[in-house]
Structures are given as structure tokens and as C-alpha cells.
């Protein structure tokens, strides 16, 4: 059975590169249920409880521009999911977005930024459809 051997390591390799694939995307689509909860802890002032970005602190400071409206699909599903994930990560500045946005890496692990990026798609109406691996 020596000759089969090349057949059977190109049969593992083509699973383990498509199981890689499929663990990307689904990280990628992040957590909804976890998401919600960092929402709540860190976005909810800024962006409101229902993503609005009609939040507290937008209002009492008024912010210019005011907090992104997640809720807005129009916009909000024209973003793709890296530079959504890159915006929330580095801050707004990172994208010549405004700088009342701020950086989240140094408290939000890269799982956890993708778990509240997951939740924000969730509010988008129309409903966001993933593209799958980007
Ligand atoms: C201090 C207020 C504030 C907090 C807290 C805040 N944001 Fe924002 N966010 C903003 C503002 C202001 C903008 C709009 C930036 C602009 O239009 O230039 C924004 C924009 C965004 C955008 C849109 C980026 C784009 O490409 O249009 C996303 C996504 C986002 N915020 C996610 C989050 C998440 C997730 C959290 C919590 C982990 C969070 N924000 C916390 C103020 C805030």
C-alpha cells in the first residue's frame, strides 16, 4: 500500500487547510451571546442600548460626529468585517474616523472584539449577511 501514501497526505492536508478555513470564519463571526455583554459594558455609553448611537454621553457631550448608528444596515453592512474589527481594535483614528472613538486592544482581547463586532452585525437592519472568509 506504499503507493497510496502521497493520495492519503494530500487527502489530509486539503481537511486540515479547509478545517483552518472554517475555524477562521466561524472566529470571525464572533460570539453574539458574549458580545452583547461587552456591548453593554464599554459601547452602550456612547453608542446606546439598542445601538443607535444615541448613547448618554453622545448626547450630554455632544460628540461631532455622533456615535456610529449600528442599527443602520445601509451603512453599517457596506463595512467589511476587517476594518470594522480594525476600527474597533485601534480606534477610530486608525481609519481617519474620529478619535472620540476609542482603542479597545489593550482591554478587549481579539476574541472579544470579534464577539461585540458579532453582536453590532446582529442590530443591523436590513439583517447583515456574512460573505463568509474575507
Ligand atoms: C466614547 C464614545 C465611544 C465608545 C465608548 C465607543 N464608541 Fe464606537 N464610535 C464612537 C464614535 C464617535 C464613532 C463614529 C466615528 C466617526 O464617524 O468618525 C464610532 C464608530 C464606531 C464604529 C463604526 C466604524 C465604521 O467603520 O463606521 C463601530 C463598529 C464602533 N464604533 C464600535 C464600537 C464598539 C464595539 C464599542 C465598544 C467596545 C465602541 N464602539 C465604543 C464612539 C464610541
Given at each position: ?42 459601547c452602550v455609553p456612547c453608542h446606546g442600548?439598542?445601538g443607535k448611537g444615541d448613547g448618554t454621553r453622545g448626547k450630554?457631550e455632544h460628540f461631532d460626529p455622533m456615535p456610529r448608528n449600528h442599527?443602520n ?19 477610530g483614528?486608525?481609519?481617519?474616523f474620529s478619535?472620540i472613538m476609542p ?17 453590532v ?14
Amino acid at each position: 500500500m506504499r503507493k497510496n501514501r502521497p493520495f492519503k497526505t494530500g487527502i489530509v492536508i486539503v481537511f486540515l487547510v479547509l478545517t483552518a478555513f472554517a475555524a477562521t470564519a466561524y472566529a470571525q463571526q464572533g460570539d453574539v451571546r458574549k458580545g452583547k455583554r461587552i456591548y453593554e459594558q464599554f459601547c452602550v455609553p456612547c453608542h446606546g442600548l439598542e445601538g443607535k448611537g444615541d448613547g448618554t454621553r453622545g448626547k450630554s457631550e455632544h460628540f461631532d460626529p455622533m456615535p456610529r448608528n449600528h442599527v443602520n444596515g445601509e451603512y453599517m453592512n457596506k463595512r467589511p468585517q476587517q476594518e470594522l474589527f480594525e476600527v474597533i481594535r485601534n480606534g477610530g483614528f486608525s481609519k481617519n474616523f474620529s478619535h472620540i472613538m476609542p482603542p479597545w486592544k489593550t482591554i478587549l482581547a481579539d476574541e472579544e472584539i470579534w464577539d461585540a463586532l458579532g453582536y453590532v452585525r446582529s442590530m443591523a437592519v436590513p439583517p447583515y449577511q456574512p460573505a463568509g472568509p474575507q
